[in-house]
Nanobody
Framework: QVQLGESGGGSVQAGGSLRLSCAAS????????MGWFRQALGKQREGVAL???????SYADSVKGRFTISKDNAKNTLYLQMISLKPEDTAMYYC????????????????WGQGTQVTVSS
């Protein structure tokens, strides 16, 4: 049974930084793709950053240059380093895992964490 668990959210002022972590366990597939999604109040969930099994990364235009996704395979942990945070980054952040490479569609990810809240004040 795959389990994902996020941590590291919090409240920061605009321009601040946070690092989110997602501990993963229970998956056995050699090709397992992960990403970060977020959902602001009243809005649809959107993809933020993806990482391939070979370390290739993709970012939403709104976070390029500010967010960095990475993965520590030895620790089975996914990270999202966020700098220069803006109020519009305020959302619940989720890590997701699945078997479709480079997908921005939530439906392609069968495994989700419980989410961690990020709040950025102006």
């Amino acid at each position: 049974q795959v389990q994902l668990g996020e941590s590291g959210g919090g409240s920061v002022q605009a321009g601040g930084s946070l690092r989110l972590s997602c501990a993963a366990s229970g998956y056995t597939a050699t090709r397992y793709y992960m990403g970060w999604f977020r959902q602001a109040l009243g809005k649809q969930r959107e993809g933020v950053a993806l990482i391939d099994d070979d370390g290739g990364t993709s970012y939403a235009d709104s976070v390029k240059g500010r967010f960095t996704i990475s993965k520590d395979n030895a620790k089975n942990t996914l990270y999202l380093q966020m700098i220069s945070l803006k109020p519009e980054d305020t959302a619940m952040y989720y890590c997701a895992g699945g078997y479709v490479r480079d997908s921005w569609y939530s439906a392609d990810y069968p495994h989700w964490g419980q989410g961690t809240q990020v709040t950025v004040s102006s």
